[in-house]
């Protein structure tokens, strides 16, 4: 097996290439937000297909992740569920559970390359060996980051995700 890569790719951990998440209290500062939790997530598909609107002072204590448009939303329950999907619309103060890993995309780095990446066995699989606990089996967030992943150059992850999103 070789281990060259092609010209201008990178062998390189999740978390490299992503910003971080702010972390925020919506019963303190928001009237009203939109929450996204694991069960909003269509595992068949890979998108959201339901969120709730919850006003700031009955927020749920797992609500606590800030989110925007593109963010990638990775569930660490059960992660051979496959509970993965991209923010693909702009939503009113979108709060994320923090049963989901959060990730964002750095500056040159494509959110759907990225989402298509965390999709793949290849990704996966180590993740499944890393779960703890009976009940809800669960990795953390830093083992999701830690995970190696390739990186082509900009232009090349727009390629490769437009064809991939066509072909789902």
Same mark, same amino acid.
């Given at each position: 097996m070789?281990d060259?890569?092609p010209k201008?790719?990178?062998?390189? $951990?999740l978390?490299e290439v992503?910003l971080?998440v702010e972390?925020?209290q919506p019963?303190?500062s928001? &009237?009203?937000?939109?929450?996204f939790?694991?069960?909003?997530? +269509?595992n068949?598909?890979n998108?959201?297909?339901?969120?709730k609107?919850? %006003?700031?002072r009955?927020?749920p204590s797992? %609500?606590?992740?800030?989110?925007?448009?593109d963010d990638? !939303? #990775?569930?660490n @329950?059960?992660?051979y569920?496959r509970k993965?999907?991209? @923010?693909e +619309?702009?939503?009113? $103060?979108? @709060?994320a559970?923090t049963?989901?890993?959060?990730?964002?995309?750095? &500056?040159?780095?494509?959110?759907?390359?990225l989402?298509?990446? @965390?999709?793949? +066995?290849? #990704? !996966?699989?180590?993740?499944?060996? !890393?779960q703890?606990?009976?009940r809800?089996p669960a990795?953390?967030?830093? +083992?999701?980051? &830690?995970q190696?992943?390739?990186?082509?150059?900009t232009?090349e992850?727009?390629?490769i &995700?437009?064809?991939?999103? %066509?072909a789902f």
């Amino acid at each position: 097996m070789r281990d060259e890569l092609p010209k201008g790719w990178v062998k390189t $951990n999740l978390g490299e290439v992503c910003l971080p998440v702010e972390s925020i209290q919506p019963e303190a500062s928001l &009237a009203e937000f939109t929450y996204f939790d694991i069960g909003g997530i +269509d595992n068949e598909e890979n998108r959201i297909v339901e969120t709730k609107t919850i %006003a700031g002072r009955n927020a749920p204590s797992r %609500a606590r992740q800030a989110l925007r448009k593109d963010d990638v !939303l #990775f569930s660490n @329950v059960r992660t051979y569920l496959r509970k993965i999907a991209r @923010v693909e +619309d702009e939503y009113p $103060n979108p @709060v994320a559970s923090t049963g989901f890993t959060v990730i964002r995309a750095a &500056a040159g780095v494509s959110a759907q390359f990225l989402f298509f990446q @965390v999709l793949s +066995d290849r #990704f !996966l699989e180590p993740l499944h060996a !890393l779960q703890t606990g009976s009940r809800y089996p669960a990795v953390r967030s830093r +083992d999701v980051f &830690a995970q190696p992943i390739l990186l082509p150059p900009t232009g090349e992850q727009e390629k490769i &995700a437009a064809k991939l999103a %066509a072909a789902f």
